[in-house]
């Protein structure tokens, strides 16, 4: 059974920096690509940043040089990190972790957490 369980998120100022994270149970990192994306009501969910089963990276356009998302085995899960700094408003949203099953394309998600960047 895969499970993901997210913390961080909350109110910043434009210029400041949070970390999110996903633990994830039950997924094996080589293979799954492991992933945060993000939503604005209203709009379709797009992806932020993505680490594939062979640990590289992507990232959007609009996030690379400020967001750095990172996987790191605690033993009992993964946990899926993306720092986030030198916040912009454009960047609130609602952001979720998603891991994909590389063979069988099953995908879960996390629960959700809000980024509100606001002087």
């Known amino acids: 059974q895969v499970q993901l369980v997210e913390s961080g998120g909350g109110l910043v100022q434009p210029g400041g920096s949070l970390r999110l994270s996903c633990e994830v149970s039950g997924a094996i990192p080589t293979i799954y690509f492991m992933g945060w994306y993000r939503q604005v009501p209203g709009k379709e969910r797009e992806m932020v940043a993505v680490?594939?089963?062979?640990?590289?990276?992507?990232?959007r356009d609009s996030v690379k040089g400020r967001f750095t998302i990172s996987r790191d085995n605690a033993g009992y899960a993964v946990i899926l990190t993306l720092q986030l700094n030198n916040l912009k408003p454009e960047d609130a949203a609602i952001y979720s972790c998603?891991?994909?099953?590389?063979?069988?394309?099953?995908?879960?998600w996390g629960q959700g957490t809000q980024i509100t960047v606001s002087s």
């Open positions: 998603r891991v994909t099953n590389s063979r069988t394309r099953n995908e879960y």
């Open positions: 680490v594939t089963p062979v640990g590289s990276t992507n990232y």
